[in-house]
């Protein structure tokens, strides 16, 4: 599955060479567009609570629920204090990063000068005065000069930041170094210079569980049992976020994931455009899974035409079960082309239609 989600971002990117931010930037959905800029000037004072329109040009990557979002942007949760702390938290990190050592002293001015009671208030005054029933709000920090309002993620050294961040996780367990040199890539096959033991983007991959294989029987096993290059971890981020949110699909109370295999080069950018046709819903009720089915059926029946009786495009289907602490594969089928696969299509319409399964 790895290599199918790498293969994914290259399908996605075409010629165009990999950028490690692009590739790990997941942007925000179409539904977030109420921006709440929290600004501060150049030297670090507080100048209030400013309202954006939109979120185009966003660089944003989510960090785990207790932490931080790394270019200190993060989404409403509810609660203005809560995404408040959450952003104070990530101006902490990037003070303290390498990769922002070129900004870090006016990071540093502005954590000085952050007054966590006066900004929850002002960012929860402005949202109440927002319709959000339909359209969400995310907070962000962001300079105020003459020139408008500059938002830290918009800085080449906090989107670097984002990217050490992200693949340094993989690096080290309980201060365990878990990287080698010189080690060939279990994704890619290829000669590394570096890999790493730790590639837990997706949770069917863990280090604390000592009767799961893929883990080993201790940590310093884990760069021989599952080495990953960092060109490797990026695509499969990349391929990982795009499936996420454009190809993942319900059936029969099942969820999986359709991964394409595209052999024909010149194909690949007609794929790209058939799967980014496809919007993820909000839900999968009534009218919304009636577009959902349809528009599963229209890519199959696209990319069947497109492909002929030729090999030239195959599918896998991946079952999962997913929770916050694991994902699992619960079933997979391969190498199926789409003029096959449509007729399983056909039957899901069809069951997906029976009283029984139709939601109220």
């Known amino acids: 599955m790895f290599e199918r989600l790498s293969h994914i971002h290259q399908v996605m990117s075409g010629e165009s060479k990999d ?3 692009a590739m790990l930037n997941q942007g925000l959905p179409e539904s977030y567009q109420h921006g709440i800029a929290i600004c501060f000037n150049p030297s670090g004072a507080y100048l209030g609570v400013r309202l954006t329109r939109g979120n185009k040009g966003v660089v944003y990557r989510s960090g785990p629920p207790n932490g931080f979002d790394p270019t200190a942007i993060s989404k409403y ?18 003070e303290a990063s390498d990769a922002c050592e070129a900004i870090s002293e006016r990071i540093k001015a502005i954590v000085e000068s952050f007054d966590t009671n006066e900004i929850s208030k002002e960012v929860a005054d402005h949202i109440a005065e927002l319709d959000t029933k339909e359209q969400y709000p995310f907070v ?6 003459a020139d408008g309002i500059q938002p830290l993620y918009s800085h080449p050294a906090v989107q670097d930041f984002m990217v050490s961040y992200a693949l340094a996780g993989y690096s080290t367990v309980k201060d365990i ?16 210079e570096r890999i790493v033991g730790n590639f837990s983007l997706i949770a069917c991959y863990n280090l604390d569980k000592r009767g799961v294989i893929t883990g080993g029987m201790d940590y310093p096993s884990a760069p021989n049992n599952f080495p990953v290059c960092d060109a490797c971890m990026l ?22 994931l359709l991964l394409p295999h595209v052999q024909d080069p010149k194909l690949r950018r007609f794929v790209v455009q058939l799967l980014q046709r496809r919007k993820k819903g909000p839900s999968l009720r009534n009218e919304a899974l009636k577009k959902i089915t349809n528009s599963e059926y229209e890519i199959l029946d ?13 599918l896998s289907m991946i079952f999962f079960e997913s929770s916050n602490a694991a994902w699992r594969i619960t079933g997979e089928i391969h190498e199926i082309l789409p003029s096959r696969i449509r007729e399983i299509y056909r039957v899901k319409q069809t069951v997906e239609r029976d009283p029984v399964l139709t939601f109220k």
């Open 140 to 145: 962000y920090i962001a300079w105020l000069d």
């Open 19 to 21: 950028d490690p931010v």
């Open 77 to 94: 949760p509810g609660k203005a204090e809560n995404v408040v702390r959450r952003l104070l938290r990530s101006l902490k990190a990037l």
């Open 235 to 256: 695509r499969v981020s990349s391929g990982w976020d795009f499936v996420n949110t454009h190809l993942t699909f319900p059936l029969a109370g099942e969820r999986y």
């Open 302 to 314: 696209d990319l069947a035409k497109v492909s002929g009786d030729r090999d030239s495009i195959t």
């Open 177 to 192: 170094k878990l990287t080698a040199e010189n080690r060939v890539c279990s994704i890619c096959g290829k000669p590394a």
